[in-house]
T-cell receptor
Framework: DARVTQTPRDKVTEMGQEVTMRCQPILGHNTVFWYRQTMMQGLELLAYFRNRAPLDDSGMPKDRFSAEMPDATLATLKIQPSEPRDSAVYFC??????????FGQGTRLTVV | QKEVEQNSGPLSVPEGAIASLNCTYSDRGSQSFFWYRQYSGKSPELIMFIYSNGDKEDGRFTAQLNKASQYVSLLIRDSQPSDSATYLCAPGAGSYQLTFGKGTKLSVIP
C-alpha cells in the first residue's frame, strides 16, 4: 500500500528550539511538496522539489526555515529557531510528474 | 503571485440536493486543475482532475472548466452527509506548482 509517510505525527516544542520534520515520498515519485495549514491561511505552499532539486521555496520564511532532499526517499523541513506563530499542521505530498499529488498524514506542530 | 479564490462558506445543502462549489484562479498558465476533499483532522485527498475546457463527470461528481474565464467548478449531485468536508481547488501551473485555495466548507444536512 503506497503512501507518503511523515514523522513525527505530533510535535510540541519550546520557542527557540530546532524542529525537524521528515517525509518519505511514495517510491518512484519525483515531485515533493511541503505545505503548512492553518485556519487563517489555509494550505500554503512552502517549497517543492522535482527530482530532488528545489524548484521554488518562495513561500518559506528563509531566515528560519529550510527544506532539503538528501536522497530520493527522504525530504526534510527544518525550523530554527521555532516561534509560536509556526504552530500549524505541516503536510508533505508527492507526485509523479504532473499527476495527482498524494498527501501524508501531516505533522501537527505546537510551539509554546 | 498566483491566486486561487474560493468561497469559504460554510455552504449548507439538504441531503439529496446538488452542491455547487466554485473556484477562480489568476494564473493563465495553469493547465491542470484538481479538486481535493479534506475531512476535519485528515489530509487532503484527490476527488477529481480536469485538463480540458468543458465538463468531466465521475459518478456523482462533475468538474467544469472554463479557461477563458479562469473558472473551475465542482458539482456534487445527490449530496450525502458523508460529503460534508472542506473542498480545495488547486490549479497546477506548467511547472506543476500546486497552489491551493483556502477551501469551501460544505455541510450536507440530513
Amino acid at each position: 500500500d503506497a503512501r507518503v509517510t511523515q514523522t513525527p505525527r505530533d510535535k510540541v516544542t519550546e520557542m527557540g528550539q530546532e524542529v525537524t520534520m521528515r517525509c518519505q515520498p511514495i517510491l518512484g515519485h519525483n515531485t515533493v511538496f511541503w505545505y503548512r495549514q492553518t485556519m487563517m491561511q489555509g494550505l500554503e505552499l512552502l517549497a517543492y522539489f522535482r527530482n530532488r532539486a528545489p524548484l521554488d521555496d518562495s513561500g518559506m520564511p528563509k531566515d528560519r526555515f529550510s527544506a532539503e532532499m538528501p536522497d530520493a526517499t527522504l525530504a526534510t523541513l527544518k525550523i530554527q529557531p521555532s516561534e509560536p506563530r509556526d504552530s500549524a499542521v505541516y503536510f508533505c505530498a508527492s507526485a509523479l510528474m504532473n499527476t495527482e499529488a498524494f498527501f501524508g498524514q501531516g505533522t501537527r506542530l505546537t510551539v509554546v | 503571485q498566483k491566486e486561487v479564490e474560493q468561497n469559504s462558506g460554510p455552504l449548507s445543502v439538504p441531503e439529496g440536493a446538488i452542491a455547487s462549489l466554485n473556484c477562480t484562479y489568476s494564473d493563465r498558465g495553469s493547465q491542470s486543475f484538481f479538486w481535493y476533499r479534506q475531512y476535519s483532522g485528515k489530509s487532503p485527498e484527490l476527488i477529481m482532475f480536469i485538463y480540458s475546457n468543458g465538463d468531466k463527470e465521475d459518478g456523482r461528481f462533475t468538474a467544469q472548466l472554463n479557461k477563458a474565464s479562469q473558472y473551475v467548478s465542482l458539482l456534487i449531485r445527490d449530496s450525502q452527509p458523508s460529503d460534508s468536508a472542506t473542498y480545495l481547488c488547486a490549479p497546477g501551473a506548467g511547472s506543476y506548482q500546486l497552489t491551493f485555495g483556502k477551501g469551501t466548507k460544505l455541510s450536507v444536512i440530513p
